[in-house]
């Protein structure tokens, strides 16, 4: 068995080395334990990933699938300059409500869009929309392979491509797996694999969120 104690410990040293105190983000898992939210957000670190990769990618546009309490919403759109814009979209309208508070306290409701549905019902309206620069893919993972496909509609050559927990303490391997999340993130790999647009890898990831892991990708 692991020692998951020791990886939140590192987490622990890094974000006090690298993350210094951030209070929209705070307040934000405050609100979100408050409405009773799950606390499956991405952690510090990852968000200060999500953050960096986007800055990197020189994102204007970005598109979030799954948004919970708007945290990695707040880390995504915080890559962007003045007039960038973010569109976030959720299922769960109580989830929505609390990410738009969320977001407004953070100051960032002039950059960022939630769109409320299942997101497969709402990804179509965006097309023909200009082109996402980043898209981050993090809600029910049976639809990962539907969300994948999106992502290449919706984005251009040079869009970089995050799909989040895609290792799920290594259930990621098991090929006979009944789990819709298994299936779909296995499923979404398989396109991945087929697909010569994208050149991508997949990161394990330890931390205060146990084991897991993002697949980033860039669109060629
Ligand atoms: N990205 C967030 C965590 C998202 S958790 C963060 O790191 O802070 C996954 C979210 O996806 C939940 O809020 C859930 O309600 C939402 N979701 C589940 N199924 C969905 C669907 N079909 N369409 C859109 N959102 C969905
Ligand atoms: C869980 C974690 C996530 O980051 C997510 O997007 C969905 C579920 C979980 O731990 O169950
Ligand atoms: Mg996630």
Same mark, same amino acid.
């Given at each position: 068995m692991t020692d998951n104690s020791a990886w939140a410990s590192v987490d622990a040293y890094f974000a006090g080395r690298l993350l210094p105190p951030d209070a929209a983000l705070d @307040? !934000?898992? !405050? !609100?979100? @334990? +408050? +409405?009773? #939210?799950? +606390?499956?957000?991405?952690?510090? *670190?990852?968000?200060?990933?999500?953050? #960096?990769? @986007? *800055? #990197? +990618?020189?994102a204007r546009r970005i598109l979030e699938v799954g948004t919970l309490g708007g945290y990695s919403t707040i880390c995504l759109a915080r890559a962007l300059p003045a007039e960038g814009r973010l569109v976030t979209l959720e299922a769960d309208a109580r989830h929505a409500e609390v990410a738009l508070a969320n977001i407004a306290a953070a100051g960032l409701s002039h950059q960022v869009e939630l769109r409320l549905g299942r997101a497969m019902d709402t990804l179509p309206a965006l097309a023909g929309g200009a082109p996402f620069d980043f898209v981050f893919i993090d809600a029910d993972k049976q639809n990962n392979p539907g969300y994948l496909d999106w992502a290449l509609r919706l984005t251009r050559p040079g869009s970089v491509i995050v799909v989040d927990n895609v290792v799920r303490e290594g259930r990621v391997v098991d090929a006979d797996s009944t789990g819709e999340d298994v299936r779909g993130t296995r499923a979404m790999f398989d396109r991945i694999a087929a697909e010569p647009r994208l050149l991508a890898t997949a990161v394990q990831t330890v931390g205060d969120k146990g084991w897991d892991g993002f697949m980033i990708a860039r669109v060629s």
């Open positions: @307040a !934000a898992l !405050a !609100a979100n @334990a +408050a +409405a009773g #939210l799950p +606390a499956i957000d991405v952690s510090r *670190t990852q968000g200060r990933l999500l953050t #960096l990769l @986007a *800055t #990197l +990618a020189g």
